[in-house]
DNA sequence: TTCAAGAATGTTTGCGTAAACATAGCGAGA
DNA sequence: TCTCGCTATGTTTACGCAAACATTCTTGAA
């Protein structure tokens, strides 16, 4: 046994003492990177001096600006977040609370806030939740006030709890990317009304005497909003509009209602809450021996990838969920940036996106 | 106009160096909560004893200790991150880089990987990278050394650049998700040859002379590693294997292929090697009116959600990326342990969803 | 020529924490 | 009884940075 082999073996025998502090202490060493004091050494100035430079303040002589910098580059200097952090007590830090992260919705809605925070130099904070309720919100929000974030984003699946029940963070800038009003919270949504109306007139348009609404969950205020403007839009068109049979957003319950829809011969084109429920709908319908578009038109609200291959390709509202995520940061950044933290509804709009699978009514 | 108002007004109106400092100034003040000097005054202890309360040692007194917990709750102490941080170096917080975060796959491990890190006391830097070169490798890896994050979990899309190109962290802790090996770091990735077994020896055991297969992008290792599971399937049957077509992964290239091999009459089975590609090319199978599973049979390879919904219902590969993401957060912690960052590649099993879309012959 | 005003730069200090070191107190064995 | 050695606790210090304040130098007007 050699010398390296007795220590290595020491690690896991003798005192803990020793173990603990050589290996931490050790990385940590390595870990760090050169210093503003190093920098400072390097260039011949003092370090307030390599302070100002990399803060881009204007106050330095261009000749010893450019001495600092060499020396940076040339050390390969980054500044210490942490040391910034707890001089400046702003972590450039912005968490995102969500509850669901396999929605399409959500992913790209997160895929923009990430993008847009990092252009802004801000870091993203992801927690999701599985378990909505009051508790497991109020402890992600410990978290990121644990984690000194500087602001938070709040993607609420609002059908799953009773608003009441949250806590909001009280001292932290907030966005709330929900559609439903009065969190006291800016909010950024899609323009629900708009999407709906768009698939209604367009199957109004078409010749359809009637249309069927597949509801989202009564509990979400998108849902809602939806049927409330599909009910609108057929109200205007001096049309009464049918019962509401409601899906809980997934594919399966969209089957559900669609072959209870199906099997009714009056049916004649559907407009579903979301692209999922429309799929499940559509698979009920190919089960029901029903032709879409031919017997049957289908519209659906989202505009997921998969949607143009669907069988029939599907015609759908296009949500920009890149807007809403980019402006949800916009938002944010204002408040934590100290301005109004204007407790508005901003609205993205929506598009209607036609392809196979509706037409106008065989009759 | 009260005194307030003016103050107000001075905000837009006066010296910016005042409006800036002052709400700043307050808001940092206001954030940051008790210290733990405060509980140790409340506490009547020295920082230190709170500091190892805090930390959880033992050679604290149980009265003591008491004492010092009462005063942390009355007073809502919460210790601060970037303090500890800058005194440890460690900011208990992993990077993840991940390359696309609309597929399936990835956001399914990026919430397992969120969960694990969470569960284990450490915070999700998320980076979505969209234009992989290694300039924006670099530069996400360089954001996240700036951040101080103690490890880094890169999800890998390897199909879309050589992988020679990669520059990896040197002296930071990492783990890949992705099926090249090589890189010099821990490796996550399901077993793709199983998968591609599976769905191949399902066909044949169905009776099936021959299966043709839809590749994924030649570049992806994981495209490339079911590809030559299939082919040594196929094989090992005495079966030689057909020229493979390529797609990207997408519905489209799915959509092109399937009508490709939709058009040969002795086409009767196919295993695409993604859901998204199978259902693609099973629109192409209907547009030619070849059903499903009567004329030709189809299985894909993930598992999602929809794919229960898709007409007719997808047999397919399920992978359990929770168990990916799991398992890297795993590896990764025992890397930043300091545990022999053992260079191996670990694999996760895969699942046969038997469903509509695969049956006998029908000759 | 003198000095005030301002620009460039340096020095001191403290953010909150925890390691390192110091001290006090107490029990066991000589 | 007197150490020795342990445990519980306190004190000092440094992590890296940037505000606040201090100093030096430059410039131009009186």
Partial sequence: MNIQEDAADGVSLASTSHTSDSPSVRSARAARGPSIGDVARAAGVSAQTVSRVSNGLTNVEEKTKQRVLDAMKQLGYRPNRAARALKSGQFKSIGVIMFN????????????????ASQAGYSVNLIPLHDPTTGTVTGAYNRLKEQDVDGVVIIFEAHLFDRA???LPEDLPAVVIDSSPGYGYPMVDTDQAEGARFATEHLLDLGHQQVWHIGGPVSSFSARHREESWRRT?????????TVLHGDWSTESGYQVGMELGRDREVTAIFAANDQMALG???ALHE?????????????FD?????TSFWPPLTTIRQDFLAVGRLSIEKLLQQIAGNTPASVVTTVPTRLMVRKSTAAPAG
Avoid: F, W
């Fill in 303 to 307: 505009d997921l990838e998969e949607s």
């Fill in 281 to 283: 709908a559509m698979r």
């Fill in 101 to 116: 992260l396999s929605t399409y919705g959500n992913r790209r809605t997160l895929d923009a806030i990430a993008t847009a």
């Fill in 288 to 300: 029901l021996g029903r032709l879409i578009p031919d017997d049957v038109s289908v519209v659906g």
């Fill in 165 to 167: 029940d949250i806590t």
């Fill in 234 to 242: 057929l109200d205007e068109a001096g049309i009464e509009a049918p």
